[in-house]
């Protein structure tokens, strides 16, 4: 289980305001939670101080162990972020991948080409982008996933792929916090659903958060 303990995050420098406001929150194994919100509401913000990729207050477990003492790369394996723009820091798609055998079986999956290992990394359309950012978190095998509109340049068609490998993992235990302006993806996919606004989370439709 994922447990979410008073997590916030204020802006740097002389601006005293909070970008993300005492975030309380409880993922069992296998379970997906939605998080919607307006644009700027801080949910990106939410996701990036799950995975301890900015400073922030507050604490985070993953069963009993709080996170501040697990090594941050381990961290980040167990409890794997995929925004919704990744970087990618070398030319070709395959220097990205360190297991291509994993990692083909899993682009199989998502409908790209055997060869898009070959691809240079200028020629992916939005979509190949998505399906091999959540390639390269998956070839970790997370405990929990973190994702960050993982659908959102994808066709109808492909969107149920994607979602029916994540049904896959969260059958296999693998946790999910979803942030998704799509109604429709968060009613499928989600059990429990929350709201960002101006930093702060609250749930919807009578959950306690």
């Not at 995050?9 to 069992?28: C, E, H, I, K, M």
């Not at 644009?39 to 301890?52: E, M, N, Q």
């Not at 400073?55 to 709080?66: F, N």
Request: glycine content about 8%.
């Amino acid at each position: 289980m994922l447990k979410i303990r008073n997590l916030s995050r204020q802006n740097s420098g002389t601006d005293p305001s909070l970008l993300l406001s005492a975030a309380r929150l409880d993922v069992a194994d296998g379970g997906c939670i939605s998080v919607t919100g307006n644009s700027g509401s801080g949910k990106s913000v939410f996701l990036r101080a799950i995975a301890d990729l900015d400073p922030v207050a507050g604490e985070v477990y993953l069963d009993s162990t709080e996170r501040s003492h697990i090594p941050a790369p381990a961290w980040r394996k167990k409890v794997a972020y995929v925004p919704a723009e990744s970087g990618w820091w070398k030319d070709f798609v395959g220097d990205h991948f360190e297991d291509h055998e994993r990692a083909r079986e899993l682009t199989s999956g998502f409908g790209l080409a055997e060869d898009v290992f070959d691809w240079p990394v200028q020629q992916l359309s939005t979509g190949e982008r998505q399906r091999l950012s959540l390639t390269r978190a998956l070839v970790q095998n997370p405990r929990v996933l973190l994702l960050d509109e993982p659908t959102s340049g994808l066709d109808q068609d492909m969107t149920a792929t994607v979602e029916d490998v994540l049904d896959g993992l969260m059958k296999d235990g693998v946790s999910i916090i979803l942030v998704t302006h799509d109604a429709a993806q968060r009613d499928r996919m989600a059990s429990d659903h929350y709201r960002m606004e101006k930093g702060v989370l609250s749930p919807v439709g009578g959950e306690t958060p």
